[in-house]
């Protein structure tokens, strides 16, 4: 497993807008909802678009070109929940943002 890295300031993220990140050599989706903050793959299984460019609604955030929906909490794909991108951890300290891969045990 890896150790956090910083991927900004929460200044540098809005509400309900994913915001790409590089995290241990890939790109990550980060998105802050009020004081919850998500992280999920940023590249969409299907032809792969940036789903930190997506539209945010709820816990959902749908690829901006083929519409398919994620759940940014766990990142299941909304119409088959046996898909999955994979879902990172997020802490955030001293107004600093961190990101790290899950743990293994899922």
Do not use: Q
């Not at 994913?18 to 004081?35: C, I, L, T, Y």
């Not at 398919?68 to 955030?92: A, L, M």
């Amino acid at each position: 497993m890896s150790d956090y890295e910083s991927v900004g300031k929460v200044s540098d993220f809005e509400d309900n807008v994913g915001k790409a990140v590089p995290v241990d050599g890939r790109m990550v989706a980060v998105f802050k909802k009020g004081n919850e903050w998500y992280a999920i793959d940023d590249l969409c299984p299907h032809m792969g678009a940036s789903l930190a460019e997506g539209h945010v609604e709820g816990e959902s955030v749908t690829c901006p070109w083929h519409a398919w929906r994620f759940c940014i909490k766990d990142g299941t794909w909304e119409d088959n929940p046996r898909t999955k991108v994979d879902c990172f951890d997020v802490k955030v300290e001293n107004d600093e943002v961190w990101v790290r891969e899950k743990p293994d045990a899922e």
